[in-house]
């Protein structure tokens, strides 16, 4: 089985502007995660969906929003960036034990 | 709200060597607990998991991990640690679902184990 696909793998962005990232899960699976990794906060939740519904939501401002596809791919969508944006953005994908979480090799945001 | 401790932020090994890494996670029931390595500039690879099957779990490359309720602990050994070995690893911690039957994984803040030739 192909794994988890994130594009594009790094991206430069200037502050102001909206940045969408996407992510495809393992075939099969229909949650989607996604997590912001910085070296100051470490890993953090952003948000969960699963066929095409958001089903949980981190503690990140409404900038940061999300979506999903009826072919479980999701999308990932940061406005009005800001410096502290800058980080590695990781998806996730679960199966029917969605506890168990598949991780893409990440996006790595850069915010001039 | 879960809680994951990792103690030591940075560990370093001698190649044969036995490898461990500590974790301690704040939950009364018992939950849901992984590890984790991430290689420089690469993704999260899940090493083990615990979910009340058995309290010795056995994980990918040789690690596996031990879950004491008692002590609320999941430490993750090796017995001989190999140069490949050097990497980031995080323990994580997910509670049951949520009424939608979401789970969020939360994170320790890693710890760096370095291999010494």
């Known amino acids: 089985k192909a794994g988890v696909t994130q594009t594009p793998r790094y991206l430069i962005k200037t502050r102001g502007q909206q940045v969408t990232l996407s992510c495809s899960p393992i075939?099969?699976?229909?949650?989607v995660s996604w997590y912001q990794q910085t070296p100051g906060q470490g890993l953090q939740f952003l948000f969960e969906?699963?066929?095409?519904?958001?089903?949980n939501k981190g503690n990140f401002p409404g900038r940061f929003s999300g979506r999903q596809f009826s072919n479980s791919r999701s999308e990932m969508n940061v406005s009005t960036l800001e410096l502290g944006d800058s980080a590695l953005y990781l998806c996730?994908?679960?199966?029917?034990?969605?506890?168990?979480?598949?991780f893409g090799p990440g996006t790595r945001l850069t915010v001039t | 709200a879960q809680s994951v401790t990792q103690l030591g932020s940075h560990v370093s090994v001698s190649e044969g060597a036995l490898v461990l890494l500590r974790c301690n996670y704040s939950?009364?029931?018992?939950?849901?607990l992984f590890w984790y390595v991430q290689y420089p500039n690469q993704g999260l690879q899940l090493l083990l998991k615990?979910?009340?099957?058995?309290?010795l779990v056995k994980g990918i490359n040789g690690f596996e991990a031990e879950f004491k309720k008692s002590e609320t602990s999941f430490h993750l050994t090796k017995p001989t640690a190999h140069m490949s070995d050097a990497a980031e690893y995080f323990c994580?911690?997910?509670?049951?679902?949520?009424?939608?039957?979401?789970?969020?994984?939360?994170f320790g803040k890693g710890t760096k184990l370095s291999v010494i030739p």
């Open positions: 996730a994908s679960g199966g029917t034990d969605s506890y168990e979480q598949y």
């Open positions: 615990y979910t009340s099957a058995a309290t």
């Open positions: 969906y699963f066929s095409e519904t958001q089903r």
């Open positions: 075939s099969g699976h229909r949650s």
């Open positions: 994580a911690v997910t509670d049951a679902p949520s009424g939608a039957g979401s789970y969020q994984l939360t």
């Open positions: 939950s009364s029931v018992p939950p849901y």
